[in-house]
């Protein structure tokens, strides 16, 4: 069974940082593409950040320049590093793994951005 537990949300100001952290059960020596997406309320969830295969990575239009994606494969970890955050980045994050062709996903973790 695969899990995927994130941490390192909370509240922070306006233009603060905060380094999300996603903790996998399984080796990602073992997992096709990672990613980080969220959802704010009453709106669908969008995708932030990706690692696909051959470890290319893409970014969500509206986080170039601040957001940066990041593996860990000691520790089996993905991490999101935000900053510059900005108040419409208030969003529930999801941390994501797809291993052949199943997707597994984390349960959140709430980041608040006050202005």
């Known amino acids: 069974q695969v899990q995927l537990v994130e941490s390192g949300g909370g509240l922070v100001q306006a233009g603060g940082s905060l380094r999300l952290s996603c903790v996998i059960s399984?080796?990602?020596?073992?997992?096709?593409?990672m990613g980080w997406h969220r959802q704010a309320p009453g709106k669908q969830r969008e995708l932030v950040a990706h690692?696909?295969?051959?470890?290319?990575?893409t970014y969500a239009d509206f986080v170039k320049g601040r957001f940066t994606i990041s593996r860990d494969y000691a520790k089996n970890t993905v991490y999101l590093q935000m900053n510059s955050l900005k108040p419409e980045d208030t969003a529930v994050y999801y941390c994501?793994?797809?291993?052949?062709?199943?997707?597994?996903w984390g349960q959140g973790t709430q980041v608040t951005v006050s202005s």
């Open positions: 994501a793994v797809g291993i052949g062709t199943t997707a597994y």
């Open positions: 399984v080796s990602t020596f073992n997992i096709n593409t």
């Open positions: 690692i696909g295969s051959f470890g290319r990575i």
